[in-house]
C-alpha cells in the first residue's frame, strides 16, 4: 500500500523587520529548523534581508504587511483608510475594527497589496514563491460591501 509522503514547511516570517531577527532566521535556516521565508517588505531591515536570502539561497515569499508600520505606496502615505490619524497602519487590532465596520476602502488595500508585490520584486529579482499576511490579515473575512 502506497502512503502519502507529507512535507513540512516552516517559514520565519517578518523577514526584514530588523537586523537582528534577519540574523536569527538565516541562523534558523542554515540549521534547518526553517525551510522558507516571508519578507516583511516594509521592514527596516529589508534591503538587507532580500541580500540575505540570495547569499544563502532561501527561498522567499512575501508577507503582505496591512497593521504595522506604514505603507510603501507612496500615494497611501496620508489621507488613506489603512491610516491611523498618526500616519501608520492602524494596528492588529485597529485593522480588525475598521474592517469590521466597513471603513477601509478595498481599492486602497489593492493599490497597498500591488506595491507590496512591486516593492519585493525589486528587492528581490523575482515574484514571491508564496505570499502570507502579517498578523494573519490573509485570512481575515472580506467585508460585506
Known amino acids: 500500500m502506497l502512503q502519502a509522503r507529507v512535507k513540512l514547511i516552516v517559514t520565519g516570517d517578518d523577514f526584514g523587520y530588523c537586523p537582528r531577527r534577519n540574523q536569527g532566521i538565516v541562523e ?52 488613506s483608510s489603512l491610516l491611523n490619524k498618526d500616519g501608520f497602519f492602524h494596528g492588529k487590532m ?3 475594527t475598521v474592517l469590521a465596520k466597513g471603513l477601509l476602502k478595498m481599492s486602497e488595500v489593492k493599490q497597498e497589496l500591488m506595491a507590496q508585490v512591486d516593492l519585493f520584486c525589486e528587492l528581490t529579482g523575482h515574484v514571491p514563491h508564496h505570499m502570507d499576511g502579517h498578523q494573519h490579515v490573509h485570512v481575515l473575512p472580506a467585508p460585506d460591501i
Open 28 to 79: 534558523c535556516f542554515l540549521a534547518g529548523a526553517v525551510s522558507n521565508v516571508s519578507l516583511l517588505v516594509n521592514g527596516s531591515a529589508a534591503p538587507d534581508a532580500a541580500q540575505l536570502a540570495r547569499r544563502h539561497n532561501i527561498p522567499i515569499g512575501l508577507h503582505a504587511n496591512l497593521s504595522e508600520g506604514s505603507p510603501v505606496c507612496k500615494a497611501l502615505k496620508k489621507n
Open 94 to 96: 485597529g485593522f480588525r
